[in-house]
């Protein structure tokens, strides 16, 4: 697995952080680190600039907490290789990487969710972690709405982590019968770190739903229920999903199987995830 984390130096970064560490101790993910600023200054990151600062105390964080003793990110002995330089060049230098994994720590220049969805496509990401603020807003402070604009164009599954926001019940919404493996089991993860409770949603259009999608549900039902999950199930009408995602959830974490033949990209216009996202009050996990 392999996990992108998107952040700045505002405090809904460190608590998505968080959301990082849990899964990685749980799947040994192979992880990075970003940031993006929107102009070079000029300064090493190391010094005068402010993200460079806050990336480095996410890595420490990072390794303080999952890097002890036998950890595949406890960092190995000091060793040198050759690095590419700027003209061409090679350089050996004296380098310190993770005993089996390591954590990438980058520094972006550009367009905030432009440069975040890139460095997800370079790096062939499997999940996308970042922060917003809590609340309707669910912004990056001094930013365009980065968090909607991932969540809407991103190529693979992404974490929204609403600041300071609790996960007590994870509601996953299902209207379609494909779902991979890998949605399976990251619901399985974030259930598991949680200890939350998992409630399935079924959703239907004027009470009826497609036979294959709810024998899907029953089958998801006993996946989880096989592996210790405590498991709820019900109906909701689609046209009434977003009034449900304003009122039903609170200590919640909001999961959407997105896919080709979903029937909420059918029913609501093209940019639908993003405006839940912002409609929605606790943690939202997309899975694609």
């Not at 036979?211 to 549900?217: A, F, I, T």
Request: glycine letters at 8%; a negative charge.
């Amino acid at each position: 697995m392999k996990i992108l984390f998107a952040g700045d130096e505002h405090p809904y970064s460190a608590y998505a952080l968080n959301e990082v560490i849990r899964l990685a101790t749980n799947t040994w993910a192979d992880v990075t680190l970003l940031a993006v600023a929107a102009a070079d200054t000029g300064a090493k990151p190391g010094e005068d600039h402010t993200l460079g600062r806050a990336l480095h105390g996410y890595r420490e964080t990072f390794l303080d907490r999952a890097g002890g003793e036998g950890s595949p990110y406890a960092p190995g002995a000091p060793r040198f290789e050759w690095i590419t330089v700027s003209g061409g060049q090679w350089e050996e230098l004296l380098v310190t990487r993770g005993a089996k994994k390591d954590v990438t720590v980058r520094l972006r220049y550009g367009n905030e969710a432009q440069e975040i969805l890139s460095a997800a496509r370079d790096e062939d990401s499997d999940l996308i972690v970042l922060g917003c603020t809590r609340g309707a807003q669910c912004i990056w402070q001094g930013s365009a709405p980065v968090p909607q604009k991932v969540v809407n164009d991103a190529g693979c599954s992404v974490l929204l982590v609403k600041e300071e926001q609790p996960i007590s019940r994870i509601l996953a919404c299902l209207d379609q019968s494909y779902i991979s493996q890998d949605s399976l089991e990251m619901i399985n993860q974030m259930a598991t770190i949680h200890e939350a409770r998992l409630e399935l949603i079924g959703l239907s259009q004027g009470g009826d739903m497609k036979k294959d999608v709810y024998r899907r549900l029953i089958e998801i039902g006993d996946y989880y229920e096989d592996r210790q999950i405590k498991v709820a199930t019900r109906l909701t009408e689609i046209a009434e999903f977003e009034d449900f995602i304003g009122k039903e959830l609170q200590q919640d974490l909001l999961a959407l199987f997105m896919g080709k033949k979903s029937l909420l990209n059918r029913f609501f216009p093209r940019d639908w995830a993003g405006r839940f996202v912002s409609k929605c009050q606790t943690s939202v996990l997309v899975m694609r």
